[in-house]
T-cell receptor
Framework: AQSVTQLGSHVSVSEGALVLLRCNYSSSVPPYLFWYVQYPNQGLQLLLKYTSAATLVKGINGFEAEFKKSETSFHLTKPSAHMSDAAEYFCAVSQSGGSYIPTFGRGTSLIVHP | DGGITQSPKYLFRKEGQNVTLSCEQNLNHDAMYWYRQDPGQGLRLIYYSQIVNDFQKGDIAEGYSVSREKKESFPLTVTSAQKNPTAFYLC??????????????FGEGSRLTVL
């Protein structure tokens, strides 16, 4: 079984401030982990993924995430927020050696203030 | 360029009518998925298909039907039995086999509104 919890349905930051979006997962086997971004009325786009290589993963648009097995976390960060980062962000988990069908969190809406 | 095409982008339906949402991919992916998105509820899996002529129910399949007659196509029918069909529907695909990690490629979505 697998599940994802995203803490905070909304996160508000000022432009230039640190972005931190939290994701905790549960998985009975080593997981694959993903962050996706969604802009209004569009599909989801992959930001980054962890597939058992380096635990610090760099993605597009300056985002990165760190896989911490002991904390079962995969938090998404960006050092300096930009207005264009305002969007919905989804964390997802799938299971290596399994059916690979991912489970998604409920999403976190990132609001960026000027 | 390869990708997933969903149509229509916006659709309005009267209560009691069936409606079919189209999903076509030219990525040569084996597996295709339909998700429903409602505000604050994330993505919920409706149906998925890992090979042609075979598909499985997801978590919320009641009131929906699908077919997979071709590798490239995975249409979703929202039937009159679906009690609350107004939502944003997302189609996705992925490769199967040893390279599969569960990474999904998404279409642009179809927004269905029942009047």
């Amino acid at each position: 079984a697998q599940s994802v919890t995203q803490l905070g349905s909304h996160v508000s930051v000022s432009e230039g401030a640190l972005v931190l979006l939290r994701c905790n997962y549960s998985s009975s086997v080593p997981p694959y982990l993903f962050w996706y971004v969604q802009y209004p009325n569009q599909g989801l786009q992959l930001l980054l993924k962890y597939t058992s290589a380096a635990t610090l993963v760099k993605g597009i648009n300056g985002f990165e995430a760190e896989f911490k097995k002991s904390e079962t976390s995969f938090h998404l960060t960006k050092p300096s927020a930009h207005m264009s980062d305002a969007a919905e962000y989804f964390c997802a988990v799938s299971q290596s050696g399994g059916s690979y069908i991912p489970t998604f969190g409920r999403g976190t809406s990132l609001i960026v203030h000027p | 360029d390869g990708g997933i095409t969903q149509s229509p982008k916006y659709l309005f339906r009267k209560e009691g009518q069936n409606v079919t949402l189209s999903c076509e991919q030219n990525l040569n992916h084996d597996a295709m998925y339909w998700y429903r998105q409602d505000p604050g509820q994330g993505l919920r899996l409706i149906y998925y298909s890992q090979i042609v002529n075979d598909f499985q129910k997801g978590d919320i399949a009641e009131g929906y039907s699908v077919s997979r007659e071709k590798k490239e196509s995975f249409p979703l029918t929202v039937t009159s039995a679906q009690k609350n069909p107004t939502a944003f529907y997302l189609c996705a695909s992925t490769r199967e086999g040893t390279v599969n990690t569960g990474e999904l490629f998404f279409g642009e979505g179809s927004r269905l509104t029942v009047l």
